[in-house]
């Protein structure tokens, strides 16, 4: 070859094995954290499709502002809280990421991707279990309910929890539980956060009857649901893939097939217990049979052969079905997040202690192998001692954040906005108007009540104008 010269910059260009690992570490965890950032469309569609036509508008300014909030929280204290130094509780370094050394970071300093990469896709972790918290709650809370909430959650509750399982924290570093991309850590905190809400809240009006016995309240779109579902599927392989942080070598494949194989059995065992149970295929059961099965995945989908994932994931689609009727007689639940994420959030859990792979639990440098490789119960109860600790620390603080709301800006609509609907009530407009109102231009009318039925009250003074009636 000719010498290209002094003032050549050729030989500086030639990028080294050295320079490539990091540059392609960082790609696949920011398409990982895209993926994940895909799944705030599905929580979307979802409780839009569980809602009635008259509360579907409100999910989305109140999807669009938890996102925003988490992202400046995360941002200014969450990340640092979580992953910043190696502290018992929480970490100590990294507000406002105001450094980018990956040695600030140390639980996530196995990978080579750039540190703003691995921020993006803790975030998009934090907005997910932030989202889950949400659809226990539609039709009857208050709009500025959420704000406050979030704040909270995203800034001190999430990134603490995270901390203690992600993050080199007590459960992690002293107990050795296991949890690869957070069955515990966003679904079941998630879930736990919602069910504080729930106690505080109250079922929607016409939930319940005299007798106690619940009504069905059915959704207004199954078909969005469905939808929802499968964008949700599609974002979980980067929630679980992404969470090896890492392209090299191949092993998040491993991890979206175990995630798969997981999923499609949960929908089976759905299908299948609804149909012993009512004769019918149910949509929704269906529907949360997969959600269910992938969060029950989560904790596992690092850990575990393949030959499990099935088992983890058909049990989750079975034991999702009962937990659905059985708190519906209870709570008001209207998407079953309670059963979805937070019963399979348990299981999923629990099963890394009966199913881990003892050569994938040194792979990963946390804990041990489970009952079934090793005959131990001690991974088994590892796994318990987290999920209760998780629980009764998000179920504490989540109950006296949403207490004092309760008390002090207020929790719930009033009784007749209810009844008219949150998506008038609270922004001034509906989301499906021509179902409520003739628009312009259109030769659309509203239908006229049955015979035999009343006419629908009108809506009333102040709810067109912005005032109060």
Same mark, same amino acid.
């Given at each position: ?13 030639? $990028?080294?094995?050295?320079?490539? #690992? ?8 920011? !398409? @990982? ?15 839009? &499709?569980?809602?009635? *036509?008259?509360? @579907?508008?409100?999910?989305? +300014? ?29 970490? /100590?370094?990294?507000?406002?990421l105001g450094t980018t050394d990956p040695s600030a970071f140390p639980a996530m300093e196995f990978s080579q991707a750039v540190v703003p990469a691995k921020f993006f896709f803790q975030f998009v972790f934090c907005a !997910? ?14 709009? &500025? ?11 001190? #509750?999430?990134?603490?929890? %995270? ?13 050795? *539980? ?37 009504? @069905? ?5 199954? $078909? ?17 893939? &992404? %969470? ?28 299948? !217990? %609804? ?6 295929? =149910? ?12 969060? @029950?995945? /989560? ?33 008001? =639940?209207?998407? &079953? ?11 999923? /859990? ?17 804990? =041990? ?6 005959? %131990? ?62 628009? $312009? ?16 009250? +009108? ?11």
């Open positions: 070859m000719t010498d290209p010269g002094p003032f050549s910059t050729m030989w500086v260009m030639q $990028p080294t094995l050295k320079d490539a #690992i990091p540059a392609i570490e960082t790609t696949w965890v920011v !398409v @990982a954290a895209v993926l994940v950032m895909f799944m705030q469309v599905g929580f979307l569609f979802l409780e839009v &499709g569980f809602s009635r *036509m008259k509360n @579907a508008g409100t999910i989305v +300014p109140k999807i669009l502002a938890n996102f925003s909030i988490a992202a400046i929280c995360y941002w200014a204290i969450g990340f640092a809280l979580a992953f910043g130094g190696a502290g018992w509780f929480a970490g /100590t370094a990294g507000t406002f !997910v279990s932030l989202a889950i918290v949400w659809g226990t709650t539609i039709e009857r809370i208050k709009f &500025g309910a959420y704000l406050i909430y979030a704040v909270v959650f995203s800034a001190l #509750i999430y990134p603490i929890v %995270s901390h203690w399982i992600f993050g080199g924290g007590w459960l992690q570093a002293t107990s050795g *539980m296991q949890d690869f991309a957070g069955s515990t850590v966003v679904h079941l905190t998630g879930a736990t956060g919602a069910f504080a809400a729930l106690l505080l809240l109250g079922p929607r009006q016409g939930k319940y009857g005299e007798d106690g016995k619940p009504n @069905a309240i059915p959704g207004h779109n199954m $078909p969005l649901v469905g939808l929802a579902v499968l964008v949700l599927w599609f974002g979980w392989f980067g929630f679980n893939a &992404g %969470s090896t942080l890492g392209a090299i070598g191949g092993r998040f494949a491993d991890v979206a097939v175990v995630t798969q194989l997981g999923a499609a059995s949960g929908v089976l065992g759905a299908l299948l !217990v %609804s149909y012993l149970i009512t004769r019918k295929v =149910d949509m929704g059961m269906t529907a949360n049979g997969a959600i269910a099965a992938l969060v @029950a995945i /989560t904790a596992p989908s690092g850990y575990v052969e393949f030959w499990a994932a099935p088992i983890i994931g058909f049990v989750a689609g079975v034991v999702v079905v009962g937990a659905i009727i059985a708190i519906d007689r209870k709570l008001d =639940d209207p998407v &079953g997040a309670l059963s979805a994420h937070g019963i399979a959030g348990i299981w999923g /859990t629990l099963a890394c202690g009966l199913f881990t792979s003892p050569r994938l639990a040194e792979l990963n440098a946390i804990g =041990d192998g489970g009952l079934f490789y090793t005959g %131990s119960f001690h991974q088994l109860g590892v796994q318990a001692l987290g999920v209760a600790a998780a629980f009764t620390a998000v179920f504490s603080v989540s109950f006296l954040v949403f207490w004092a709301i309760k008390k002090t800006y207020g929790l719930r609509v009033r009784p007749e906005e209810e009844r008219y609907g949150l998506d008038i009530v609270e922004h001034g407009m509906w989301g499906y108007p021509e179902q409520f109102m003739p628009v $312009p231009g259109s030769e659309y009318h509203p239908p006229a009540p049955p015979a035999g039925r009343p006419a629908p009250r +009108p809506v009333p003074i102040g709810f067109t104008t912005g005032q109060e009636g």
